[in-house]
């Protein structure tokens, strides 16, 4: 059964638990923490409550894939919508509402996990299913922080439910702490979780979509390698492409099948995000947040975001650094990389000169984004109704991006060994590149960087990493890779030290004497 159909179960009954201020009067018809938190299915309703969290505006409904794509230099801003042009472009003020919308719902996520944290482990249940959801909840919470952290440099920490006036006004913790409680959360949901869902029994029997060991070992080792704790993230991702028991992801066949609404939660996913077409789970009024409500959709906006002109919002464009890129290599047929067409949609004579299945409209020198977005899946006309309306995962770890990382960390501890060039080229053969030991033998560690730069800038475009591997790689204070930056990508001549990050809210600057600015504010 797939989890997507769970997300709205129950969502009345956790208003209480995206709320930031007690109140004096309590609604006899809304539940408490006094008068909840008392049984099995009680607990099960905490942890969908969390991954409800992750389907609304400011998670992965739309702004954090776009406030991250954004500021790559593989997407570009072209919004009529200030905000979105104004990340894109390292200028966004601290007062923006997207980037409050993003703030707020990885905050409210937190929440909500900890209080199943807080209240589940007293509940008298099967041990087992217990285990289960408090892996669950480490998880999403280890997501969350290791989102903000990304995003903003530094928050607080807060890992348990506000007990006092104090309490709603934590203090900003350190970089270090703030990355100690992700690697505690991650390896809390690694001992928990279960392989898969097929093998257990309980409520939760067969599901997917939940979050399993297989995420959790992922997520820590891609928190680790961020931190350039290269052995510890080697030996995690050792564990998804060497075993014992978790080496049961491996690619699809198909680079598109990643980003459709068929062939979701497949064997090269490691955790997605369950969105659903109305036709399929029903809902009338759009998932954008606010007070939970049971006939709330599970739609993504990020196709028609996405979409070109005429079909949807295009809101943002590739850069042209990211095409010519795709470009530069030809397969060993001397064809196009067959990811450049499932990322980007261009028109080019002969091979592509139609989009939604229609002779191409627009100018034909244009660029649009096509991953995320209906255009060239069979059976699609325009933007899944022409409205905000996708039913498309959104995929937060792939297996391609694990032996990519896996191959970053073996090539920092001992340079480009053998096994550094099998990982790489794995994900090569599915775009039927040539040999890159035949290619390039030889490279030397500092090489093989820049080589993988350019693997991952091809393989995962459009995903939401891009501005992570630019910052943890030092690139925007190397006046080298700055201008190599620049040249794919002018957004980054408006680039000035710290802006990399989005600013903390000025609201919550505001309201709480805790908090500290950080270096984009």
């Not at 869902?197 to 060991?213: C, F, H, M």
């Not at 592509?352 to 060239?376: C, F, L, M, V």
């Not at 891009?466 to 925007?476: A, C, E, F, K, Q």
């Not at 190397?478 to 989005?502: H, I, M």
Request: charged share 25%.
């Amino acid at each position: 059964m797939d989890t997507r159909k769970y997300y709205m179960l129950l969502m009345g009954l956790f208003c209480v638990l995206g709320c930031e201020r007690k109140l004096d009067l309590e609604n006899p018809n809304t539940p408490t923490n006094e008068n909840y938190w008392q049984t099995e299915a009680d607990a099960a309703a905490g942890v969908i409550s969390i991954y409800n969290s992750l389907i609304i505006d400011g998670t992965f409904m739309r702004m954090t894939p776009a406030l991250t794509d954004g500021r790559g230099d593989d997407f570009r801003g072209d919004s009529p919508w200030p905000d979105l042009v104004q990340v894109a472009n390292f200028t966004v003020p601290s007062t923006s509402g997207p980037v409050q919308w993003l703030w707020s719902a990885w905050h409210q996520l937190i929440w909500r996990a900890n209080q199943v944290l807080d209240h589940v482990p007293a509940i008298e249940m099967d041990e087992a299913h217990k285990s289960r959801l408090l892996g669950q909840a480490y998880f999403l919470r280890g997501l969350a922080y290791f989102t903000l952290a990304n995003n903003f440099k530094i928050v607080p920490v807060i890992i348990t439910s506000p007990e006092s006036e104090e309490d709603y006004y934590p203090g900003t913790a350190t970089e270090e702490a703030l990355w100690e409680q992700i690697f505690a959360d991650f390896r809390q949901a690694k001992e928990l979780l279960p392989v898969n869902y097929s093998q257990v029994s309980g409520p939760d029997a067969g599901q997917v979509g939940r979050a399993t060991k297989g995420a959790a070992v992922g997520m820590l080792g891609r928190a680790l390698l961020y931190r350039q704790q290269w052995q510890a993230a080697a030996d995690e991702f050792s564990l998804l492409v060497n075993g014992p028991e978790l080496n049961v992801y491996s690619l699809v066949d198909n680079y598109r099948d990643n980003f459709k609404p068929t062939n979701e939660n497949n064997v090269e996913s490691l955790f997605e995000v369950q969105f659903a077409d109305p036709e399929q789970v029903g809902g009338a009024e759009m998932n954008y947040g606010g007070e939970p409500n049971a006939n709330w959709k599970q739609v993504s906006s990020i196709g028609h975001t996405y979409a070109m002109e005429g079909f949807g919002y295009s809101d943002f464009l590739p850069s042209r650094g990211l095409y010519n890129k795709f470009k530069e290599e030809t397969t060993i047929d001397d064809a196009l990389d067959p990811r450049l067409l499932e990322t980007i949609a261009s028109y080019e004579e002969g091979i592509s000169e139609t989009a939604y299945g229609q002779p191409w409209r627009n100018p034909r020198d244009n660029i649009y984004p096509r991953k995320y977005t209906h255009d060239g899946i069979p059976g699609y006309t325009n933007e899944n109704n022409g409205i905000e309306n996708s039913g498309i995962n959104y995929r937060i770890l792939r297996y391609a991006d694990v032996l990519l990382m896996y191959a970053e960390a073996l090539n920092e501890l001992a340079g480009p060994t053998p096994e550094v060039y099998r990982c790489i080229q794995e994900v090569r053969d599915r775009a039927d590149l040539p040999d890159l030991a035949t290619t390039r033998p030889n490279l030397t560690q500092a090489e093989m960087r820049d080589q993988l730069a350019d693997e991952r800038y091809l393989e995962l475009a459009v995903e939401g990493v891009r501005i992570h591997d630019i910052v943890r790689w030092g690139w925007l204070y190397n006046p080298e890779k700055l201008a190599l930056l620049r040249e794919r990508d002018n957004e980054f001549d408006s680039w000035t030290p710290g802006k990399e990050y989005l600013p903390i809210p000025q609201t919550e600057l505001d309201v709480n004497r805790n908090l500290l600015p950080n270096p984009a504010n």
